[in-house]
């Protein structure tokens, strides 16, 4: 009997290896090739509706209860409503200021994305800053920036960085003010501490360290989402960032005239009420557990101006600057949300279908 070829058994091997692979490709499912599956509109409506219920709840709850303590602490006062809405206008200009400081913060991640859509976000979502936990504050900037082309992990950090250098700035600047005779020793050390406190966050070693600690959680992280200014970007956040809160201390100092129109607060007490103002709202920041810093920012208030100001008129000035910032708020909400925003050079590249 004849042997078999051998150059035959190993054709006949490999064919059946090779047939046996086209089966098992064959048997595996293919994965469906095109666009991700998006969300319904409906369900985008209902989250945004929900999103916006909660803001305004939580807005309405703000100012019923700075009404009770208006009415429960407060003795009788003048009140000019001139002044009242022109401290309102300043603390909306102040708004603008820090919406381009935002700007400056994300364009060091997205250069793309302009100035007016980074105001927009930061004005729409400052309202939400009076939801317990702050972090709906967050969550609108995200939406709303990742609509106009960022990735979402750069909108989170940038919002992050904006809101402690922020902090860091008014710290720092409320310490020199309370330094200021009439001085507030005291005042003005935990101003510092506070505002050093915040810088440290946000210097390049601790911020990226703090980051790589989140990119163990959040894989999704690029080293083009951390924000890493520049000394022209430095110069630009000092800038718009002590002219945000000297425009919010004038509106303090306007609210005090405003409630004693009789005896205006004196030029040389300028410094003290502005800077309790820079602190009491840096230290009602670091408590994340008060809605919008409710309740420490005016007993800080009270207690660093109640010397000079009396008892009573230091803590009127203190709701009665609360009332007029959520007020002003939501005005600054209302109008920009009207104004629509122009679409991203960037946008209609990323939106174009994929070939």
């Not at 859509?117 to 709906?136: D, F, W």
């Not at 506070?194 to 959040?218: C, H």
């Not at 005005?331 to 679409?343: F, G, K, M, R, S």
Request: hydrophobic share 50%.
């Amino acid at each position: 009997m004849p042997e078999p070829d051998p150059s035959l058994i190993s054709k006949t091997s490999s064919t059946q290896e090779v047939e046996s692979v086209q089966s098992s490709t064959s048997d595996t499912p293919s994965q469906p090739v095109g666009p991700k599956k998006r969300f319904p509109k409906w369900l985008k409506v209902a989250v945004k509706l929900a999103i916006g219920g909660v803001v305004l709840w939580a807005v309405g709850q703000q100012i019923l209860m700075t009404w009770d303590r208006w009415q429960a602490k407060t003795a009788d006062f003048g009140l000019n409503i001139t002044l009242l809405v022109t401290s309102g206008i300043f603390y909306i200009f102040g708004l603008m200021a820090f919406g381009i400081y935002y700007a400056r913060v994300v364009q060091m991640v997205a250069p793309l994305i302009s100035t007016f859509t980074c105001l927009k976000a930061y004005i729409l979502s400052h309202p939400a800053k009076y939801v317990p936990g702050k972090g709906m504050v967050v969550v609108i900037r995200v939406a709303l920036l990742t609509k106009a082309g960022a990735r979402p992990t750069a909108a989170i950090l940038t919002a992050l960085y904006e809101t402690l250098s922020m902090m860091a700035i008014g710290g720092l600047l409320g310490s020199a003010l309370l330094f200021i005779p009439p001085s507030h020793p005291i005042g003005a050390l935990l101003s510092l501490a506070l505002g050093l406190a915040f810088l440290a966050t946000v210097l390049p070693f601790t911020f990226g360290r703090a980051v790589r600690i989140l990119k163990k959680g959040l894989h999704s992280i690029e080293p083009g989402d951390l924000p890493t200014p520049t000394i022209p970007d430095i110069r630009a956040l000092l800038l718009w960032g002590v002219l945000g809160w000297l425009l919010w201390g004038v509106s303090q100092v306007l609210v005090v005239t405003a409630l004693d129109p009789h005896q205006s607060v004196s030029v040389s007490h300028w410094p003290r009420v502005m800077g309790a103002m820079m602190l009491g709202t840096v230290g009602g920041f670091a408590l994340p557990i008060l809605p919008g810093g409710i309740g420490l920012r005016e007993w800080i208030i009270d207690e660093l101006t109640g010397g000079l100001l009396g008892p009573d008129l230091a803590i009127a000035s203190a709701l009665g600057l609360r009332f007029v910032w959520v007020v002003a708020e939501l005005v600054a909400a209302a109008v920009i949300a009207l104004v629509p925003t122009p679409p991203e050079p960037g946008q209609k590249t990323q939106e174009s279908p994929q070939v």
